[in-house]
């Protein structure tokens, strides 16, 4: 998805391992290399849903979001909800 970062669309087996509700839609992250420049901001568990305002569900639409500069990424955080995210 990013330098460093591996994530995979959000599949009933996936919501269910980070609790998840059934009607999300998005990537979860499932790693983040120690030296990724993301390591510390992003975690594996963590739902990417938005990428510069547009929804996400598959690894190949997330990268055509990303620009080069900032994006703004809407990130499901398991127990905490919603939260924004400038990359």
């Given amino acids: 998805l ?21 009607d999300l839609e998005g990537l979860v992250i ?25 929804p996400v569900s598959d690894l190949a639409g997330a990268r055509s979001l990303i620009k080069p500069g900032r994006n703004l990424l809407i990130l499901f955080l398991p127990g905490r909800g919603f939260s924004p995210l400038a990359i």
């Fill in 2 to 22: 990013l330098p460093g970062v591996k994530a995979k669309p959000l599949d009933d087996e996936a919501r269910r391992a980070v609790g998840a509700r059934r």
């Fill in 30 to 54: 499932t790693e983040v290399a120690p030296d990724s420049p993301y390591a510390g901001r992003l975690g594996p568990g963590m739902i990417v849903v938005e990428i510069n305002q547009q």
